[in-house]
């Protein structure tokens, strides 16, 4: 069965460094998605992208946050200059697209920063 | 998007059916029901999702009451892997639109 998936599971980085989270949506899909959760705090959305350009980001999303998809195949979250508070899990999502179609999450990447 | 209310904690007996409700009474005509689960720190998993009709899966059942201000999540035989946090989430995603995650309802199945 098609799944999405991350890499690396987890990565420890210190504070200030640039760190890039990688995601390998499932072949077909087209919406792919960022998304957090604090430890202990709800899955927060962070942005949605489609046809190569950002369709909607959220408030985290800031000038920090940067997304791309280089070679069709694999979805990067670059965070730079990391913060303590970004330590998070950070999930990747992808969806085909069209009425009613549902989103599939990839595992995760745990970031913790130090 | 509507909002969802859910209880916060439920408790089931491993082997019966676990019912999960949700409330979501400002849906509107295009909006579907998907319910997702994430158990420990894991990626949400899809577990259904429905318009109007009720649905049904290998995972579960989906009831959609007629005037679709609420529904119910069963799983027919809970087992002890089905201990998890269940969200219930109102979304149009014709254009991709976003899931936006809850509290949901953390499930304990004890045997």
């Known amino acids: 069965e098609p799944e999405v998936t991350q890499t690396p599971s987890h990565q420890v980085t210190q504070m200030g460094q640039e760190v890039i989270l990688r995601c390998v949506p499932i072949?077909?899909?087209?919406?792919f998605y960022w998304y957090r959760q604090i430890l202990g705090q709800k899955v927060e959305f962070l942005v949605s992208f489609y046809n190569n350009e950002i369709s909607e980001k959220s408030e985290i999303f800031d000038d920090q946050f940067s997304v791309e998809r280089p070679d069709g195949s694999n979805f990067t979250l670059k965070i730079r200059s990391t913060k303590l508070e970004d330590s998070a899990m950070y999930f990747c999502a992808s969806m085909l697209g069209g009425a009613g179609t549902e989103a599939f999450f990839g595992q995760g990447t745990r970031l913790t920063v130090v | 998007d509507a909002k969802t209310t859910q209880p916060p904690s439920m408790d089931c007996a491993e082997g019966r059916a676990a019912n999960l409700p949700c409330n979501h009474s400002t849906i509107s005509g295009n909006e579907y029901v998907y319910w997702y689960r994430q158990i420990h720190s894991q990626g949400p998993q899809y577990i259904i999702h429905g318009l109007k009709n009720n649905e049904t899966n290998e995972m579960a059942s989906l009831i959609i009451t007629e005037d679709r201000k609420s529904s119910t999540l069963i799983l027919p035989h809970a087992t002890l892997r089905d201990t998890a946090v269940y969200y219930c989430i109102v979304s149009f995603v014709l254009r991709g639109n976003k899931l936006v995650f809850g509290a949901g309802t953390i499930l304990r199945v004890k045997s």
């Open positions: 072949s077909n899909h087209l919406y």
